[in-house]
C-alpha cells in the first residue's frame, strides 16, 4: 500500500508539474518576491481557523459526553493533521486517537472515533454550503461543481442520527464496541453554523496568499476562496492513495482559483498554502504539548512542590 501510494502521488505530481509547466516561469519570480507582510498575515490567520477548528471537535466531544482541556484537544488535533503526511490512511485517526489516550487519558476509542467521523461529515458538509452560497457573487468560475453538491448532500444524509447510530453500529461491531451516542439536532445546526463561519476564516487565509504572490482579489472572494479550501480538504481526505491529498488537493484549488485569479497567482497561492498549512500545524502542535506540559506540571504534586520550594528560596 505504500510502495503505491509513492508511485502514485510521484506520477500524480509530475503530470501536474508538466499540466502547468508554461505557468511556472510567471509563478516561480511570485513565490520569490512573496510579501512578507501578506504572507505572515495569511498564516496568522490560517493558525486561527484552525484553533476555531479545535473549538468544534471540543463541542463534539463534550456533546458525546467528553470533557478534555483545549491543550490537550489542540495536540491531538495538530497531530493527526500532521499524520496525514505518512502513507497509509489509518496514522489520521489512529494518532488522534492514541494522541487522546496519552495526553488526556481518554480511552473511549470508539466514541473518539464516532467525534473524528461526525467532525469531517459536519465540516464537510458546511464547506459545500460555504462553496454554494458564494457562487452567485463570483464570476468566471466553470469548474464542475456539481459532484461536491452530490458529495455534500449525500453527507448529510448520512449524518441524519438514525443513520449514523446505525452505520456505527455496524462498523464497530466487530471490534466490540456498541453504537456511539448521537448528536442532538440543535448541537448539529449549530456546529454547521460554526464550520461554516471557520471555513469563511480559512476563505480569508487563502486571500492573503494570493495578494502575497501579486493577487488583487477582494475581500467579497473570501467565501468562495473559503469553499475552495473546503473542496481541498475533502478530496484530499477521499483521496486514499495520496497522504495528505498531495497534488490532487493542489489541483482541485488550483482549478477553483482560477475564478479569482490569473494562473500564475493561482498557482503560486496553492503552494504557498501547502507550505503555510504544514508549518501553522507543525506550529500549533508545538504550542499546544507545551500548554499542555506546563498545565500538566502545574497540576502534579511536583509541579506544586517545586513552586512551594521556589516561593520559599
Known amino acids: 500500500m505504500i510502495a503505491l501510494q509513492v508511485a502514485f502521488v510521484t506520477a500524480l505530481l509530475g503530470f501536474l508539474a508538466w499540466a502547468v509547466r508554461d505557468t511556472w516561469s510567471e509563478a516561480l519570480p511570485r513565490l520569490r518576491d512573496a510579501d512578507p507582510v501578506d504572507l505572515t498575515i495569511a498564516c496568522v490567520i490560517l493558525a486561527a481557523y484552525y484553533l476555531m477548528f479545535v473549538l468544534g471537535w471540543q463541542w463534539i466531544l463534550r456533546a458525546l459526553g467528553i470533557h478534555t482541556s483545549y491543550g490537550v484537544a489542540l495536540q491531538s488535533e495538530m497531530a493527526s493533521m500532521l499524520a496525514k503526511y505518512i502513507p497509509g490512511a489509518i496514522w489520521t485517526p489512529a494518532a488522534r486517537v492514541l494522541w487522546l489516550r496519552k495526553a488526556g487519558g481518554i480511552d473511549k476509542t470508539s466514541v473518539v472515533v464516532a467525534s473524528i467521523l461526525l467532525e ?110 473546503a473542496v481541498g480538504a475533502i478530496v484530499a481526505v477521499l483521496s486514499v492513495l495520496a497522504p495528505s491529498g498531495l497534488g490532487v488537493r493542489e489541483a482541485s484549488m488550483y482549478g477553483l482559483m482560477l475564478a479569482v485569479a490569473s494562473a500564475p497567482v493561482a498557482l503560486g497561492a496553492t503552494v504557498l498554502n501547502r507550505l503555510a498549512i504544514t508549518l501553522v500545524e507543525a506550529v500549533l502542535l508545538a504550542v499546544g504539548y507545551v500548554v499542555w506540559r506546563s498545565t500538566r506540571d502545574t497540576e502534579t504534586p511536583g509541579g506544586q512542590l517545586a513552586r512551594s520550594s521556589s516561593s520559599s528560596t
Not at 466487530?174 to 449549530?190: D, E, H, I, K, S
Open 120 to 229: 469531517a461529515g459536519l465540516s464537510a458538509v458546511a464547506g459545500v454550503l460555504v462553496l454554494v452560497c458564494a457562487l452567485p457573487f463570483v464570476s468566471g468560475w466553470d469548474a464542475p461543481i456539481w459532484p461536491v453538491v452530490l458529495f455534500g448532500i449525500g453527507v448529510a444524509g448520512l449524518l441524519h442520527p438514525r443513520v449514523f447510530r446505525a452505520v456505527a453500529s455496524v462498523v464497530f461491531r466487530p471490534f466490540g464496541a456498541g453504537p456511539p451516542p448521537t448528536l442532538p439536532w440543535r448541537t448539529m445546526l449549530g456546529l454547521l453554523v460554526f464550520y461554516s463561519a471557520s471555513w469563511v476564516v480559512g476563505g480569508v487565509a487563502v486571500l492573503f496568499l494570493i495578494r502575497a504572490v501579486g493577487g488583487d482579489a477582494g475581500l467579497e472572494a473570501a467565501p468562495y476562496l473559503g469553499g475552495t479550501a
